[in-house]
């Protein structure tokens, strides 16, 4: 059992960057890989990016990698998400996760409630 909250988003202009906070409570993260999901009006939940519970290994999808950094400190319990270079179809609802190594939704046991970034042209 582990509670996520999401912070950080906001409205950004096309360019710009962002850093999302992920908070954990309840539990610590260090024994559980990271991930960050993303959701736009009308599309599916999609992978955005996930860190290793040690920090050595990451993944990104296509289509945010070299703009995008996901790091995590496990003595603050809290993971982030750096976003440069943002771009209007970034927009969308950005959820942490927590769970087991992997890109898949259901790889993920626990959620936060999401932070709304949109990125204006």
């Known amino acids: 059992q582990v509670q996520l909250v999401e912070s950080g988003g906001g409205l950004v202009q096309a360019g710009g960057s962002l850093r999302l906070s992920c908070a954990a409570s309840g539990r610590t993260i260090s024994s559980y890989d990271m991930g960050w999901f993303r959701q736009a009006p009308g599309k599916e939940r999609e992978f955005v990016a996930t860190?290793?519970?040690?920090?050595?290994?990451?993944i990104y999808a296509d289509s945010v990698k070299g703009r995008f950094t996901i790091s995590r400190d496990n003595a603050k319990n809290t993971v982030y998400l750096q976003m440069n270079s943002l771009k209007p179809e970034d927009t969308a609802v950005y959820y942490c996760?927590?769970?087991?190594?992997?890109?898949?939704?259901?790889?993920?046991?626990?959620w936060g409630q999401g932070t709304q970034v949109t990125v204006s042209s």
């Open positions: 860190i290793s519970w040690s920090s050595d290994t990451t």
């Open positions: 996760a927590a769970g087991g190594w992997g890109t898949e939704r259901y790889k993920y046991h626990y």
